[in-house]
DNA sequence: TGTAAATTCACCCTTTTTCGCTATTGGAAT
DNA sequence: ATTCCAATAGCGAAAAAGGGTGAATTTACA
């Protein structure tokens, strides 16, 4: 049996789904109500497994509702769902802690599924909405793809590694078993083909743009 | 009618779903390889909208194949296929390119279901497999939430941004208007706070541990 | 094989950074 | 009222980094 708690500011969707999971073999609703205000105090009277959220609803958006919600109760699983396909809402919602992520156009019968996936463990969300996160992921993990290299040596990636580690020009020589004098020739170059002039800002802009 | 390649080196299921994908409605299969040596040349000869790809394959891998046809044909849309749940192959699958991934032991129509998403531009993923990725993206892109922050004060994070801008010490005294000598001061108690003696050691440590 | 690029190293000199010690002021907490 | 601390600032010395010039040696590759 699985107890879900619903936050959804329509009156109409929120009984519907109440009236939905009571009368369906092992699901159960905790308790249903239009907003966040009493968030914590509701939850702690109503044990449940996962919770239903809206997104946008007067006072407490859902995203900041899931943040207080994984913050005080890290083990309930929280299923997002809008009528928003926004880059940001995604983001944030993900970053809060949001388990799965379903828009309100999915069937009643894929709301249960998807009820039953966060709950065993699974992250639900719809086609289009794991797009966005994929191409979420790529862009901000993987800035790399596109970016270039700078056209470093094998040798002068080396010293921007060991430079990036924190070591001094001393360490790295002999990590390289080079004289100091190559070290300082290597950096000079690193830092023209970067067109940096300063060891933070070659570390910096090695870290951001991948390099190392 | 949506075009489909299948690489897949188990011949039975190799032959299955050819045979699926001729015999249902609305799907047609543009061929059928058992690995990736002539991957380019075939995908040339056959056009197709979206690749079925196993990653288990002899000779390349289908992320690297992947990664080829995205380069070449970065309209046709992959959806990769596999037994294996591991971070890493679910990761460099999507860095490659790929736009769905799903599990074997998803049903025939499962699989028709997932072909129609990607070619409508969403990205079908088992359930287990979105959380995988959702938590791949918070750990790699928020590695913030849990670390601390050293307790630095105000002035001092003002001081080791701009230390991580690449600001020298005379750039930061104007900056924020002190003296040379109180950003000295302000630098020494950042490196005892972080732990660490040098700007470029900061700078990283700051650019890793969100802190900046 | 010959040329370009990469790697190595040596001086010299300037600027910046790092570190130690000290000290005052003003606000917040006890 | 007193203590704590952030923020400010100064001095000085040693270490490190940055920048110019030149050059030898090795590697890559066309």
């Given at each position: 049996?699985?107890?879900?708690?619903?936050?959804?500011?329509?009156?109409?969707?929120?009984?519907?789904?109440?009236?939905?999971?009571?009368?369906?073999?092992?699901?159960?609703?905790?308790?249903?109500?239009?907003?966040?205000?009493?968030?914590?105090?509701?939850?702690?009277?109503?044990?449940?497994?996962?919770?239903?959220?809206?997104?946008?609803?007067?006072?407490?958006?859902?995203?900041?509702?899931?943040?207080?919600?994984?913050?005080?109760?890290?083990?309930?699983?929280?299923?997002?769902?809008?009528?928003?396909?926004?880059?940001?809402?995604?983001?944030?919602?993900?970053?809060?802690?949001?388990?799965?992520?379903?828009?309100?156009?999915?069937?009643?019968?894929?709301?249960?599924?998807?009820?039953k996936d966060v709950q065993s463990g699974g992250s639900p969300m719809t086609p289009g909405i794991a797009r966005k996160v994929?191409?979420?992921?790529?862009?901000?993990?993987?800035?790399?793809?596109?970016?270039?290299?700078?056209?470093?040596?094998?040798?002068?990636?080396?010293?921007?590694?060991?430079?990036?580690?924190?070591?001094?020009?001393?360490?790295?020589?002999?990590?390289?078993?080079?004289?100091?004098?190559?070290?300082?020739?290597?950096?000079r170059n690193i830092y023209a083909k970067l067109h940096v002039h300063s060891g933070t800002e070659a570390v910096s802009l090695?870290?951001?743009?991948?390099?190392?």
């Amino acid at each position: 049996m699985i107890n879900i708690a619903i936050f959804e500011d329509n009156k109409h969707l929120r009984e519907t789904f109440e009236l939905i999971l009571n009368s369906t073999e092992g699901f159960s609703c905790a308790g249903a109500w239009p907003d966040c205000s009493e968030l914590l105090e509701n939850l702690s009277a109503n044990t449940c497994d996962v919770v239903l959220m809206d997104i946008e609803m007067p006072g407490m958006s859902g995203i900041e509702a899931t943040k207080l919600i994984k913050e005080n109760f890290p083990n309930i699983h929280i299923l997002i769902q809008t009528v928003f396909f926004e880059d940001d809402y995604i983001f944030n919602a993900i970053c809060a802690g949001a388990s799965g992520y379903i828009l309100k156009s999915t069937t009643p019968d894929g709301y249960l599924e998807a009820i039953k996936d966060v709950q065993s463990g699974g992250s639900p969300m719809t086609p289009g909405i794991a797009r966005k996160v994929i191409e979420l992921f790529r862009d901000n993990l993987q800035p790399s793809i596109s970016s270039n290299d700078y056209n470093l040596t094998t040798q002068e990636k080396k010293v921007l590694q060991l430079l990036v580690a924190g070591k001094s020009y001393k360490m790295i020589a002999s990590e390289l078993f080079v004289s100091f004098d190559t070290v300082k020739s290597h950096v000079r170059n690193i830092y023209a083909k970067l067109h940096v002039h300063s060891g933070t800002e070659a570390v910096s802009l090695a870290i951001r743009d991948k390099i190392v």
